[in-house]
Structures are given as structure tokens and as C-alpha cells.
């Protein structure tokens, strides 16, 4: 089992800037994709970023690119969004997310609030 722990999201004023953190534990080998999804109320969940080890390669949503960034520290088992210039309709609960492969086992944290004001 993996436990993911996040951290970071807030009240922060429209141009602003976060930065969320999800802290993995437990069976970590092999959970080579992570991401951030986000679910505004009323909303779908979506994806926002995700990182691959296998190919280094990163997506963003297009409405973030330019302003967030993910990133993951291996030897902290944990991984990061930068969240900059963040805009109202950025407001949403952040959901962390890690897949082992090839099985493609999905690990979801708790949720961490962000809320920007305009």
C-alpha cells in the first residue's frame, strides 16, 4: 500500500504564488508516473500535471502551462506543484496522484484546499 500526504494549498490573493507537496510512504518502488489533478465545485476532476520517469517527459493542462510546475524529489519520495500567477478560476480542491506501472495502480491523497481570491 502507498500512503500520499499533501500539503500546501491555502488562501492566496490572485497573483500569487503555492506550492503543494505529496509525501509518499510505504510501497513506493515502482510508482513511476505522479500527478495533480484539481475538482472546482460543479466540476469534473481534471488533470493538471503529471510527470514520467520513464520518459522525463511532463504534461500540463493548457490553462496552466507557463504558470505551474511539477517536479519530484526521489530521495524524499515526494512531489511538488509550483503553482505561480495563480488565477481565480484556479480555485479548486488539488488531488495528488501516483501510478505504479505497468499495472497502472492509481494512489490518490486527501485533497488540499486552494483558494485564490481576485
Known amino acids: 500500500q502507498v500512503q500520499l500526504v499533501e500539503s500546501g494549498g491555502g488562501l492566496v490573493q490572485a497573483g500569487g504564488s503555492l506550492r503543494l507537496s505529496c509525501a509518499a510512504s510505504?510501497?513506493?518502488?515502482?510508482?513511476?508516473?505522479a500527478g495533480w489533478f484539481r475538482q472546482a465545485p460543479g466540476k469534473e476532476r481534471e488533470l493538471v500535471a503529471q510527470?514520467?520517469?520513464?520518459?522525463?517527459?511532463?504534461y500540463y493542462t493548457d490553462s496552466v502551462k507557463g504558470r505551474f510546475t511539477i517536479s519530484r524529489d526521489y530521495a524524499k519520495n515526494t512531489v511538488y506543484l509550483q503553482m505561480n500567477s495563480l488565477k481565480p478560476e484556479d480555485t479548486a480542491v488539488y488531488y495528488c496522484?501516483?501510478?505504479?506501472?505497468?499495472?497502472?495502480?492509481?494512489?490518490w491523497g486527501q485533497g488540499t484546499q486552494v483558494t485564490v481570491s481576485s
Open positions: 510505504g510501497s513506493t518502488s515502482g510508482l513511476n508516473v
Open positions: 496522484n501516483v501510478r505504479r506501472t505497468p499495472n497502472n495502480v492509481n494512489y
Open positions: 510527470i514520467s520517469d520513464s520518459s522525463g517527459n511532463t
